[in-house]
């Protein structure tokens, strides 16, 4: 059963810096990683999507990398702002034909002015 | 409207009540997902609707019933909930997954209050 973990559950910067948030899965064998943000009571923004088969996708001041062979995913945030605070969530995809998305339960992440 | 849209957006209901949720997606998309979510809990999926079938349901006690009408539209049936049901309750839709994974969209969710 896959299992999904972001590590720090919280996290608190200055306005400006930038940061990385980390997201590990138990089995590798995932079809496509996604990151959504949440924010509080509301429903979630989808992000990135990255494919089995890429290594990083990029929009804007995210990058998020996928190494499959490692479990691990990344969300690297450039010149962090006020607006985004907000939580961050990492899902992984069970393969073709599951419709399985297990998340993480998140990263909550304030961006202090 | 646009996107995934979800009414109620707040529901408080008694235990012997009978309520619904409704899901509707304008993406044309051609599955539906129902999550919870709880505080300090991952998403948990409930029940998926790919091509107007039932294709998942993850032990979801029968309290819960889905009904999905049409591509477009999804239902959520609740009588006889109990206080642990409450929880903020969010509809997703995206292309059939089955032959490859598409990007999920997400609703604004109905928190739901059972007292």
């Known amino acids: 059963k896959q299992e999904v973990t972001q590590i720090p559950a919280a996290l608190s910067v200055p306005e400006g810096e930038n940061l990385v948030l980390n997201c590990s899965f138990t089995d590798s064998a995932i079809y496509n990683l996604q990151w959504f943000r949440q924010d509080p009571g509301k429903g979630l923004t989808s992000l990135l999507l990255i494919q089995s088969s890429q290594r990083e996708q990029t929009s804007g001041r995210l990058n998020a990398s996928l190494d499959k062979s490692s479990g691990r995913s990344t969300l690297y945030i450039a010149a962090s702002q006020p607006g985004d605070s907000a939580t961050y969530l990492c899902a992984a995809w069970g393969g073709a034909g599951s419709y399985q998305l297990t998340f993480g339960k998140g990263t909550k992440l304030s961006v202090i002015p | 409207e646009t996107g995934v849209t979800q009414t109620p957006r707040h529901l408080v209901m008694g235990m012997t009540n009978k309520k619904s949720l409704k899901c509707e997606q304008h993406l044309g998309h051609n599955a539906m997902y129902w999550y919870k979510q709880s505080a300090k809990k991952p998403l948990e999926l409930m029940f998926v609707?790919?091509?107007?079938?039932?294709?998942e349901n993850n032990s979801v006690p029968s309290r819960f019933s889905p009904e999905c009408p049409n591509s477009s539209h999804l239902f959520l049936h609740l009588h006889t909930l109990q206080p642990e049901d409450s929880a903020l309750y969010l509809c997703?839709?995206?292309?059939?997954?089955?032959?490859?994974?598409?990007?999920?969209?997400f609703g604004p969710g109905t928190r739901l209050t059972v007292t």
């Open positions: 997703a839709s995206s292309q059939d997954p089955s032959g490859r994974a598409y990007e999920q969209y």
């Open positions: 609707y790919s091509l107007e079938e039932r294709v």
